[in-house]
């Protein structure tokens, strides 16, 4: 299984599992997966046990053996393989347990590796059916460990619940329709003993929404809509209560389109143990054409802080109301303590990054991590609205022939300032490092009606580059000033995660096929 390096983007996310398995990885305890042991994941130095090392998501390691000095030491202890003609996008972060790796491939496959020698000890390869419609490639961002469990969604719209020893399913549970549109691409969270899932599909005008299972049955704790006037549940024992209308139906969306309205909840979740929250991204309302949903259309495009014993929304924030560019708002919420305040740090597909107090979600500050923004001047800190310049595409019912909208260009194009890879975090800079795309897009309207299966968007657009030599930077960015401390620029778009260390290293990986260390303070 361990082959030379045969694919730059292979490399880029292969050579990230193995360095992050080096830097965290220092021993093992039980065999068994607590729910102290993951609550402890992100001071623990054997492990690595939730998607973010550690639920609050700051991916930062505290080890120092690595570090400024002796990192240019490092080498490739070994390489795998996810080949096969399956071999797509890999966006996975491996999680570690007692020397063994779990992690996800494309085609909603699951390895368990030696994470000392690189050798497979199983694969799990999920029988996909025809059919599934995954919008953006096949991917799939990580696993959950919990007891003797490695759990993992699927691209037809399932849980799976693996034996962590031979890889066998212990138990498996059905989400939703993939016909309809519904997949599943994030790492699951685990909070209290439950597995936190949240569903893939906005492109597809499905309903987003965040799940709670008993992680070791799979039986239905709650479920919390994303989309207001859908109706949230509880399950007493055995029994499926009614818990609550989220939001207030036609509120803030017309007519009959909250039913088909999306607020995808495909990126992964953290998790605060301080403020005893969940917080989940939701994506763009559906269709992508707003003209046809005039309103906020809560809750898309906002973080939910959800109570993680019933699912209520405890508070939200609403980054792009009314979003006609796609620019979402699933990015993850990183959890930081600064001058006695519990915050959360999120950078937004939109160009802005957000500064929270978790406790409450009231907007402490907000400013741009790229440099050219186009729908907003900025965030007024009092209202906690964005400043809109009105760069927004024109309506197709007002064009000549009725079929497409005036065409405008905007920045960031909506694969985002930022798009799914995680930001990190370290306490000891109290620096976010963000990798950063610059780049605009053409975007147009035009006319659509929900079709179960089909996509539904009604828009078109040309995705566009802004700078000559660069569209990925690295940023360090202060949560404080909203200063960029320091930038690196990549010629291709930065399109990895980013992991830093006690050692005071900032690691990501690029396109073009390497693995980089960066001073922290420096870069
Ligand atoms: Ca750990
Ligand atoms: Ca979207």
């Known amino acids: ?173 059905k989400v939703d329709d993939y016909k309809a549109g519904y997949s599943m691409t994030a790492a699951p969270l685990i909070v209290k003993d439950m597995v936190i899932t949240g569903v893939s599909g906005g492109e597809f005008g499905v309903i987003g929404r965040v799940e709670a299972r008993d992680a070791k049955t799979g039986k239905m704790r709650w479920i919390r809509p994303s989309i207001e006037g859908h ?43 301080e403020v005893d929250l969940i917080f989940y991204g939701t994506g763009n309302p559906a269709p992508w054409n707003a003209h046809l949903r005039p309103g906020d259309n809560l809750y898309s495009t906002s973080t939910l802080a959800l109570d993680p014993d019933t699912g209520k929304i405890s508070w939200h924030y609403q980054y792009t109301p009314n979003d006609g560019w796609d620019y979402d708002g699933v990015n993850e919420v990183v959890s930081f303590n600064t001058g006695g305040k519990k915050l959360a740090g999120h950078a937004d597909r939109n160009g802005f990054f957000y500064v929270l107090d978790r406790t409450n979600g009231n907007l402490e500050n907000a400013f741009p991590f790229v440099n050219r923004v186009d729908w907003a001047k900025g965030v007024d800190l009092k209202t906690g609205r964005p400043i809109e310049t009105g760069v927004r595409p024109g309506d197709p019912t007002k064009s000549k022939d009725g079929k497409k909208g005036d065409s405008v260009f905007v920045a960031p194009s909506f694969l985002g300032a930022k798009n799914w890879m995680p930001m990190a975090y370290s306490p000891d800079t109290e620096l976010f490092y963000v990798p950063a795309n610059e780049w605009g897009m053409d975007l147009w309207n035009e006319p659509v009606t929900y079709k179960k299966g089909a996509a539904y968007m009604g828009a078109g657009f040309t995705i566009k580059p802004l700078n000559e030599d660069y569209i990925g930077a690295l940023r360090a960015v202060d949560p404080k000033s909203g200063k960029v ?26 396109p073009e096929g390497y693995l980089k260390a960066f001073d922290d303070k420096t870069g």
Not at 80 to 94: D, H, I, L
Not at 121 to 136: A, E, V
Not at 487 to 504: I, S
């Open 231 to 273: 109706m949230g549940y509880i399950w007493k024992g055995d029994k499926k209560v009614e818990n609550g209308i989220t939001g207030t139906t036609n509120a803030t969306w017309p007519g009959d389109l909250w039913k088909t309205g999306g607020a995808a909840t495909w990126q992964g979740g953290s998790y605060d143990h």
């Open 1 to 173: 299984m361990i082959s030379p390096y045969r694919k730059t983007t292979l490399l880029n996310r292969v050579a990230i599992a193995s360095i992050g398995a080096a830097v965290v990885f220092a021993g093992s305890a039980s065999a068994r997966t607590t729910q102290a042991e993951i609550d402890a994941d992100a001071t623990s130095t054997g492990d690595v046990l939730s998607w973010g090392i550690g639920q609050q998501g700051q991916r930062y390691s505290p080890l120092k053996k690595v570090n400024k000095k002796n990192v240019k030491k490092l080498v490739p202890a070994w390489s795998f393989s996810f080949g096969g003609e399956k071999q797509r996008g890999q966006e996975a972060q491996p999680v570690i347990k007692d020397g063994k790796m779990f992690v996800t491939a494309s085609y909603s496959r699951l390895y368990a590796i030696d994470s000392k020698t690189g050798e497979e000890l199983w694969q799990y390869d999920h029988r996909l059916p025809d059919g599934i419609l995954p919008c953006c490639d096949v991917v799939n961002r990580g696993a959950a460990l919990y007891d003797d469990l490695v759990i993992f969604g699927t691209l037809d719209a399932r849980i799976v619940a693996l034996s962590q020893e031979t890889g066998k399913v212990v138990w498996r549970a």
């Open 485 to 510: 401390v320091w930038e690196y620029k990549n010629n291709a778009p930065l399109w990895g995660g980013v992991m830093t260390t006690g050692g005071g290293l900032v690691f990501t990986g690029t």
